[in-house]
């Protein structure tokens, strides 16, 4: 076990006391029950079942064919090699497009093994967000750039380089707080967008491609690997560096992560 792992299982509290204390956490998509038990045990604090898992275990060339069942399995076996990550499973695409598709899907993921539900949006995610957090259901919003929004936006590009667009973020994101957000989520903004919002907000900031100053990080598995087939700038592959494989690969993302080493300037959008 990584020596950055405190006693204990990760819980939303042990999130919050550590971005008061300015310690970074760690978090990592993965999908099976051998990789989760790596993970965790390499010190990785939240455990996210992401859509992504529809382009890289499907072959998808975006996450929109990614279905409830498709979570739901892919959560159960992450569930069942965890130990003590915080265990975050993502809402697919059109998943919770009403009242009542959202509290079934989110129930079913939580009976699942998730302890906090990932949705994409702004604003319009608002009254979800309030809907299942008055129901004990955690949210993480996820903002910047949303994958399942991929087609609207018109391709995977940074969000938030125009003052207004990044105004509206800003916006957004503490309508969300209020909302009852329990974590968010920044993909592909830039550096000084990120850090406004992580200071701006109370609830604890995870950023992927959104720089160094959010409170924790998150990448995808198989881009920590080395084995995506796309590799954006934001990711590194710590498999390279590694001497002890993947479970050594997967404790040098932690201890960069941790040590403020990674992400680096060139993994920075600005
Ligand atoms: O689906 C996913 O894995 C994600 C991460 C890239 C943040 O949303």
Redesign the pocket.
């Known amino acids: 076990m990584s020596t950055h792992r405190k006693a204990g299982a990760i819980t939303l509290t042990s999130l919050k006391k550590m971005k008061r204390a300015g310690e970074k956490f760690v978090c990592l998509?993965a999908y099976d029950a051998c990789f989760a038990g790596v993970a965790d045990k390499a010190g990785v604090e939240v455990l996210?079942v992401?859509?992504?898992?529809g382009m890289v275990l499907q072959g998808h060339d975006s996450?929109l064919p990614v279905t409830m069942n498709d979570m739901i399995y892919h959560m159960g076996c992450v569930k069942r090699g965890n130990e003590g990550a915080l265990l975050m499973g993502?809402m697919p695409f059109m998943s919770y497009a009403s009242e009542s598709q959202t509290l079934q899907n989110a129930a079913a993921l939580m009976r699942a093994g998730a302890q906090v539900v990932?949705l994409e949006g702004g604003a319009w995610i608002a009254n979800t967000t309030r809907l299942l957090a008055e129901r004990g259901i955690p949210v993480c919003a996820?903002m910047g750039l949303t994958?399942q929004s991929v087609n609207r936006i018109g391709g995977f590009h940074v969000q938030g380089r125009d003052t207004s667009q990044a105004q509206s973020i800003i916006e957004e994101a503490q309508l969300l707080e209020e909302s009852g957000a329990s974590l968010l989520?920044l993909?592909c903004v830039p550096v000084t967008l990120a850090k406004t919002i992580t200071e701006m907000l109370e609830i604890p900031v995870v950023g992927?491609g959104a720089g160094p100053e959010t409170d924790g990080q998150?990448?995808?598995l198989h881009d920590v690997l080395g084995i995506s087939p796309i590799t954006p700038k934001f990711v590194k592959n710590f498999l390279a560096e590694s001497d002890a494989g993947i479970p050594g690969a997967i404790e040098a993302y932690v201890d960069a992560v941790k040590s403020g080493r990674f992400p680096a300037q060139e993994h920075c959008f600005h």
Not at 50 to 53: C, I, K, N, Q, V
């Open positions: 998509a996210l992401g859509d992504s898992l996450t993502d990932k996820h994958p989520l993909e992927i998150i990448m995808v």
